[in-house]
Structure formats: structure tokens, C-alpha cells
């Protein structure tokens, strides 16, 4: 198909819709022609414009899918074609196809050495030079495929990267306030890798890869504390004595005159450095990183120290807009408290009363709408509270200071879990227009209509909530419940116990917000998790929540709850009911090969004397009939010092005593115990 060119020529001159229909189709088919056909034909697509856009499209499929050995002939003459294309022209017209080819090709030419220093040594510097072509109205796409390539060659020539660095730096600064996750993550990822390019100053001698990452950690830190002043000027707080001793100037704000725009930009380049210190923090650098948690943490809880009644006294009216956007820009600073968490581990242990008391704070001032925002905003939020105390339990246990937020935590758990029921009541009224029944039944109403509770009215949304409250419920129990109240043990039981019981009775499986069956799946946990729980001071009623899981196994609409409920059903009988040891010894092939070997040199005596072979069996088999029924089998543990115990050997398994003399501690094969812990003796009377 591939080798059809007026067909290929035709679709050029097509929309882009009707070719993407026509390629789609091309791609799975180009599977199951030759790899040297296909190389002949993309290249004669390459050679000209009209169909350079097919040729890149293919191209790429070709490179997912090639082995080395055939992308070593032709690289050097796709890059250059590929550099060609980089033109005004060819740029708008399919951009993300010249720079998605470029980002796979510079990383398949890692593995050909002359090809990888040709590169970086002939075209590296024209890539730079054509991102100054890029416009500001780009396809998204595009710009995606751009920073990938910028990434690729940040990493893989840091060194020859050095002169258009500056380059670099203009284009990510033009992409700095993106709404889109990708180019965020992308542009976080560019600018870390940018750290490492030398700068062309004369004194470079001093400032190597640590004193870079120490350069850009604390201006980062310096210019969101920038935005922060900026955004709050009155707002006072212990941590406004810090000096913004640094910033990065490519970071700094120049806010614009609408204050609606001014509030949108500044909340986008707060969240999205955050985005970058993220991907600073938790990605690889060159060298070692030193991290600063107390700066760190001093930013978060300036951060969140910030709520919507402090952006109703300002004056300025910047800051009432900005208030909107606080709900989002919590949710970060709570995502940057959760990578400094999962990086530095125990060394923040002596931080614990600090990030306690911004967990409850945060917690409290989500349980309304205090802080403003979408409801979306105000549940994301609040999900991100709870992932966050999850992580710190689960890191620190003991150490994480549970007993100054745990009790307030649990409140506010069971807060989100428990359903808000209505009742509903039928009112009977005649059918006449004229009747006076009918004035009652619309008074009715309309009381019924006042008095109907607001917070009944709850988005559908807020299931996530109650999912991340149960999961954080049980990581406190798996975590410090041993150390909790008998009391306080009880009240959570029985608050999980009763909504795992109004499940069972189906009175709330459809219900919000057990509906979603993943809140079902979590209160199965939860229940659980009790049975699992150590050094509970009183067994909970296993009886109960083993019927409910099996009720759950067997009536429960979604398989995802059936399969785990069942697993958790084999956990709790192993848990009532372990292997113990048995008293039946089987009798193994492996012992009796062995215990056949160890016997061999007996088998093989030969008696020059028959009649003294004739006595020795006849010896031997007195013996056997003599004392196969007085023989008893003494079983004693040295381990933990059980009192011993003789069991007669005919509650063993008969077996066929052969007319060699065998060992009889061979035959024995116990189940599950330890052969070092099980002592077995045989007595002849």
C-alpha cells in the first residue's frame, strides 16, 4: 500500500480529517509489509513537501516498531530532512509531527556513536534556533511534541546544549502559565534538566551541579514567596519574616491591569512552580540535592494559612478574585507537603507538630465552604487532606503525633461517611379543586419544601470523599489503633458496623454514597481491618462481619467487591482457625527413597553361611511380630517445652514392613512444623 504513490499524492492534497481516516487504516496494514520497502517508500515520501506530512506519520510508526540495525543506515539522512522541515511554514502545518520524529530519533541514536556526536555537533543548535518560531497560538499538540524534544536533548547532550541555552529559557518562559497538565509536566521536566547546562560566564569554576540545584531550589522558594506578598500584603503570619534572599528572574510575575486576569495569572504561576519544586524534588539530579524542609514547610504553611475571610478584609480587590482560586492552590501546597513526605521520610519526624497542626487546621476549614471555591474545588481538597494524613500515618506511626489530631480526624471522618437520610411522606388529599384538602396539601408542600435540609443537596462528587475517609480510617487503625482507647475503638466499630449492616440489609446499596462500589469495597475493609488488628483488648463479633462478607460474595452487583470479599473471607478462617499440627504422619516418596538409601549397604550384606542368613531373618522378623503393638511413638517439643505425650503407632497408617531393617525416623513426615522443633522416639517394650 505503501508503495502506491499516486494514491499517497491524491490523499495530499485532502483535509487533515479525511487522511487521518486513510492513515489510521495504513498504519495496522504497514505491519505486514518489508522493512526495506518500507524505508524506500517513506523516503521518497520525505523528499518533497506535498507529502512530507504522510512520510513523518509513517516514519514514526517505523521507528516504534525497527530494530537498530536498520535505523543506523538511514538516521542521519532522516534527521537532516527532519531539520529542513523546520520551517514557519511546515511548522504550522504539522509542527507535532516534525518534533514527535525528532524526540524519538536523538533518543534511537544514543546506541550509534558517531551518529550521536554528529548530531550534537552539526544540527543541535539549529533545533534551538527554530524554537524561536514558535507562536504563542501553537496547537497544543505541537507544543507537547516540542518540549519533549527539548527534554530529549537536555538529556542526552547537556554539554554542546550550552550555547542555546538562552534559547531554551525564552521558549519555557512562554509556555510558563499553561492550564495543560502535560506541558506542565513537561516544562517542569526541561527546566530541571536545564540546571545541569553550563552557564557561558567566566566564573563557572565556583558554580557546579550542587550549587546549581541549590540555586534554583531556593529561588523557586523566593519567588513563591514573592507571589505570595504580592497576592496578601496584609495578611500577617510568622512566616512573612522570612527575606526572600533569591529569586529566579525567569519565574518573576509582571501582572497585567484587569484584575480579573491578574488574579487567574497569579494563582497559574503559583501552581505551576509548585509543579516544577515537585518534579524538582522527587526527580534524579546529577548530583546530590540537599533539601531545605524548613523552607519548604514555612512555604506550605504560609500557604495554607491563607482562607477566604482574610481575602474579604483586603483592601484589595486583586486579592477578592484570588480568593476563588484558593481552594486549587491548597491542593497543591498539600501535593508539594506529600513529595517532601515521601522524600525525606523520618527526618521530618521533628517536624511532626507543625504538620499535624496544618493537617487539622486544613481538615476544619474544608468541613464548609469557608474557604470559597467550586464544590469540585472544596472536594478535591478535602480528598487531598486525607491522602496526605494517610501518607504521615503510614510513615511515621507512633512518631507522627497522632494523638493531637486523632480525635478531631475521627469526627470529621465519620462526618463524610454516614448518610444524610430524608424521610419521605405521602400526603392524601382530595381530588376537587374546590376541596379545602387541597389548600392543606400545598401548604404542606411548601413547608416540606422550606424545611428540606440544603446539605441533602450533595454533588455526586463527594463519594470520593467518603472513599478517601474510610481509607484513612483504615490507616489509623493499622498503624497506632494498638495504642488507641478501648472506647474509642468501640465508637468506630460500631459507626462502621452499623453502616456494613444497613449494606447488608440493602437499604443503602443504592443510596449515596454507596452506590459507587468502591465506598462498599472500603467499609468491607475497614471491618477488616479489626479483625486484623493487634492487641485488641476484646474480639470484635467475627461471626457478624464473616455473614456479611459472604453475603457481600454472594449478592453483591459488582464482581470487584465479590472477588476481594472472598479473599478476605479465606484471611479471617485462617485467622480463627490455623493449621495446627497433625497427628496422622503421612508417608512421603522422598522419605522412602532416602530412607531406602540410607539402608542400602545392609541390603547388600552377602553371608557366606547360609544357615546364618536363615537365623537372621527369622530373628528379625520375631522382632517385628514381637513389638509392632507395644511400640508407641513419644512426641515432644523442645522449642517451648509442651508436656510429651505417648500415642500408640496403631493410630498410624499400616504399612508394608520390608525384610531389611529401615529407619523408622525416615518414614516420619510431619506437616507443617519444623524438624529441628519435633523430637520423635520410638520405646520397644
Known sequence: MLRNGNMLYALAQTNRETRNVYLNVVDHSVQDTDVTTQAQSINSLLSEAKTRAIGLRFLIEYLNRSTQNVIQDKASHWLSIVLRACNLKEIRSYGELIYETLALLVAKIQTIPDISKWFGATYLLKFYESLSLMEQRTSLCCTISVLKSIKQCLKYYPG???????????????VLDSNDQD????????WLLLQQVRNNSNNTGSFNDKTQWQHYQIGILGNLNTLLNEAFPNYENVCNTIVVSHKLEPFELILKGDPIERAAQASRRFC?????????LSFPYSSHKLIHPTKILGLVQRGLGMNFTNCETSPSIDTMFLGHFLPQMHTKLLELLEVLIDICHTHLRMHFPLITDLLLATLKNTKCLSIGGTPLHFINLRCKVYEVTRLWLTTFVEGSGYDLILEHLIKNIFEDIQICQTDICLVSAPLSKKSPGNKNKEAYLTKSEKSFPRKTIINKSAELVCGQALRCLQAVLLSVGHLLKPSF????FNTILEIGVQIYEKRIIMQYPYNDWHNRLEVYETLFAFISLRNLSYPPPTEIIIHMLIEAYSKDPRFEVRSRCKIMIDSIEKILHPQKESLIFKLHVENLISATKSVEP????????????LQKKENLNSFQSDTIDHTTVQISKSANGETSEFIPLGILKKTQISSTAMSIENQVCIDKPAVSDIMVTFDAK
Open 160 to 174: 554542546p546544549s550550552k550555547s542555546g541555552k538562552n534559547l531554551v529559557m525564552r521558549y519555557l518562559v512562554t
Open 183 to 190: 506541558v506542565v509536566y513537561q516544562s517542569g521536566c526541561c
Open 272 to 280: 505551576n512552580i509548585i509543579e516544577f519544586l515537585k518534579i524538582a
Open 489 to 492: 475503638l468501640k465508637d468506630i
Open 602 to 613: 545392609q541390603k547388600n550384606v552377602i553371608y557366606k553361611n547360609p544357615i546364618e542368613a
